[in-house]
């Protein structure tokens, strides 16, 4: 835009000493305010709406809109259009309107209005070739910028892409290696339940067993006690019965003594009752 003022004259006195040079505009809103007054002064001047913002530009977004304000800024330079009258407006802080922007074609002569038909129809490319070397080889280093800002763009896009389908792939690794872990885990304790079942069973066999043992010499233990109990039990039936024949004979014995007895004292009276008669 500053070489465009410098050689061909248009906009000029809209900027100061200071914004003619490009190193006093180096922050964003300064960018804007100075892009936002060109477009003002290249709307009011042609008469056509600039459907372009500079906050779009500033951020290289909107790269034809951009084209179509340098396209609407060069037709202006060929067309050598006054611009004295929209850099006082815009100055003055006016802003482009619907009559603002009407007002230029009215007065314009009728060489301009008969040429802006013929203007309207030229191409792009025709537009170019005519437009100052300067202001084309500017076009052409924001264009190459604009490009190599979207590419940086879709590169870090890329990246970070790249990055997110990374981090995920690593969660999906973490939770399989947690899930993998989990799995052993499980099994450990089924092999740690298993062996405990088993021990018991071991020890419910063994107990069994020794019940089974111990229940069997207490049975042969009750028989010998059984068998010693039956033995002395015959052992005194026999006492028991060779003392009643103990008995029995020694009451005969007393019955045949008292009978011997009594018939001696019989006798006995039988000799004194014979010998008183």
Do not use: W
């Not at 009728?110 to 005519?130: A, W």
């Not at 069973?201 to 006690?225: C, F, I, M, P, Q």
């Amino acid at each position: 835009i500053l070489q465009v003022i410098r050689t061909t004259g248009f906009m000029k006195g809209l900027y100061g000493e200071s914004d003619m040079k490009s190193d006093n505009v180096k922050e964003r809103e300064a960018k804007i305010t100075f892009l936002q007054k060109a477009i003002d002064v290249v709307a009011m001047a042609s008469g056509e709406a600039v459907p372009v913002r500079p906050s779009k530009i500033v951020a290289g977004h909107e790269p034809e809109r951009t084209n179509e304000f340098l396209q609407a800024l060069a037709q202006c330079c060929l067309s050598k259009l006054p611009s004295e009258d929209a850099v006082r407006r815009v100055l003055a802080g006016e802003k482009p309107d619907a009559k603002s922007v009407a007002a230029p074609a009215k007065t314009q002569g009728k060489e301009n209005r008969d040429e802006r038909p013929s203007r309207q129809r030229e191409t792009k490319k025709e537009v170019e070739f005519k437009e100052p070397s300067g202001s084309r080889e500017r076009q052409e280093k924001e264009a190459s910028s604009q490009d190599r800002h979207h590419r940086d763009r879709d590169r870090d896009k890329s990246k970070d892409g790249d990055k997110d389908r990374g981090r995920d792939r690593d969660r999906e690794r973490e939770k399989e290696r947690h899930a993998a872990r989990d799995g052993e885990r499980d099994r450990e304790r089924t092999k740690d339940g298993h062996r405990d079942r088993d021990s018991e069973r071991r020890r419910e066999k063994e107990t069994n067993a020794e019940g089974s043992k111990e229940r069997v010499g207490d049975g042969a233990r009750d028989r010998e006690r059984g068998g010693e109990r039956r033995e002395r039990g015959g052992e005194r039936k026999d006492r028991e019965e060779r003392g009643d024949h103990r008995v029995a004979a020694g009451s005969s014995k007393d019955k045949d003594r008292r009978r011997d007895k009594q018939r001696d004292e019989e006798k006995k009276d039988v000799k004194v009752s014979g010998g008183s008669k």
